[in-house]
């Protein structure tokens, strides 16, 4: 059986996750808050809605329960990032991405049971430095 996703928020970051997962044939629910956002997901992800991920009724009636992993990528508004993350924990989601705006909500996520918090500028901007020290070396 396939695995089935859901990326709450599609900014450039949870949009990129959306893409890549349909790209690579998963089941993919794209959800936001903001209609012109859904509108964009909805000829790319298998199903795109509309909905507020802090409300817990309107995650339940989505049927997040049934999704193997959910990926949440609101950044700026770490209130509903936190509590959208309470929601999924609460509802036993089997494995949740969250990503982190700053230290501290990374230390909160991880506290309130995220399985795995990621932190893309500053993950890539080590992966970068990285790549620019190998290709350094090689270089001389
Ligand atoms: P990026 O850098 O990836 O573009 P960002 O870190 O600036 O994103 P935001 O713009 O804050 O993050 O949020 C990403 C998306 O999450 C937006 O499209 C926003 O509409 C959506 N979003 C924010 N809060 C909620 C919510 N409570 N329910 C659903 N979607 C939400």
């Known amino acids: 059986m396939k695995r089935e996703f859901a990326v709450i928020g599609l900014g450039r970051f949870g949009g990129s996750i959306c893409r890549e997962l349909s790209m690579e044939g998963m089941e993919v629910m794209a959800i936001d808050h903001d209609e012109d956002k859904v509108n964009e997901y909805k000829n790319i992800a298998s199903h795109a809605v509309i909905a507020d991920s802090t409300d817990e009724a ?3 009636e989505l049927g997040i329960k049934n999704i193997d992993h959910v990926i949440v990528a609101i950044g700026d ?3 509903a990032s936190i509590l959208t993350t309470v929601i999924l ?3 036993g ?3 949740i991405t969250v990503k982190a705006q700053n230290d501290r909500h990374e230390k909160i996520l991880n506290k ?3 399985d795995q918090v990621v932190h893309p500028e500053r993950d890539m901007g080590k992966r970068i430095a990285h790549s620019i020290i190998s290709n350094n070396i090689l270089d001389y």
Do not use: E, F, R
């Open 77 to 79: 508004n770490i209130q």
């Open 112 to 114: 309130i049971g995220a």
């Open 58 to 60: 309107s995650l339940k």
């Open 89 to 91: 924990t609460d509802l």
């Open 93 to 95: 989601i089997k494995k």
